[in-house]
């Protein structure tokens, strides 16, 4: 049983541009594979995570979640590289595999131009969130040169987040996380010593 319950990290901005600028679609492609680790995932959650990120007419079926959470498992391969050349074969191999052709959308006029590896505008939601998943992820790696995030080093949680920013390497997916694992480690120096 994993210890937080996933809420999206960032409510999506208003600004078209912004809303869909890659490190907000990297950021949703963590929040959905975070939401999607149960193994039963109420539909409901994984649509509300959609709708934080500005989805709209999100009616999802217990089977599109199920198709779902399969692309959220080959997604979460790309976050567990502790390299880029890793992060780069694996998804080298999605693209390859799951997404068809690099093509301009603009949904019939109602959005601005962007990328599309989907087969079409109305592809079903696991195609989509895969193959916009992977798209976000690989400008990322290319941008950065590293991999583009990783997985919680606690042992009681299973997220992934994205990587923001230089410095030091993120080993937690949130504050929460590093703080319960800080003081775990504490208690454990302090009953070391004390057993002494």
């Avoid at 991999?147 to 993120?170: E, H, I, K, L, M």
Wanted: charged fraction near 25%; charge should be neutral.
């Amino acid at each position: 049983m994993r210890y937080i319950r996933p809420v999206p990290s960032t409510p999506a901005p208003a600004d078209w541009s912004t809303r869909h600028s890659v490190l907000t679609t990297a950021q949703r492609t963590a929040d959905l594979i975070n939401a999607l680790a149960d193994e039963n995932p109420d539909p409901t959650d994984v649509a509300a995570v959609l709708r934080a990120y500005g989805e709209t007419d999100v009616d999802l079926s217990p089977r599109e979640v199920t198709e779902m959470r399969a692309s959220a498992a080959l997604l979460r391969e790309v976050f567990a590289a502790d390299d880029p050349g890793t992060a780069a074969a694996t998804l080298n191999r999605l693209l390859h595999a799951h997404t068809g052709r690099l093509r301009l959308s603009s949904h019939d006029g109602t959005t601005p131009w962007h990328p599309h590896l989907d087969s079409a505008d109305d592809a079903p939601w696991a195609e989509w969130f895969l193959a916009s998943s992977c798209l976000a992820l690989t400008v990322l790696l290319w941008d950065r040169q590293r991999p583009p995030g990783g997985t919680c080093a606690s042992p009681s949680c299973d997220n992934v987040y994205v990587t923001q920013g230089s410095g030091p390497p993120r080993r937690y997916c949130s504050r929460r996380c590093a703080t319960r694992e800080r003081v775990a480690a504490h208690r454990r120096a302090r009953a070391e010593r004390e057993a002494l």
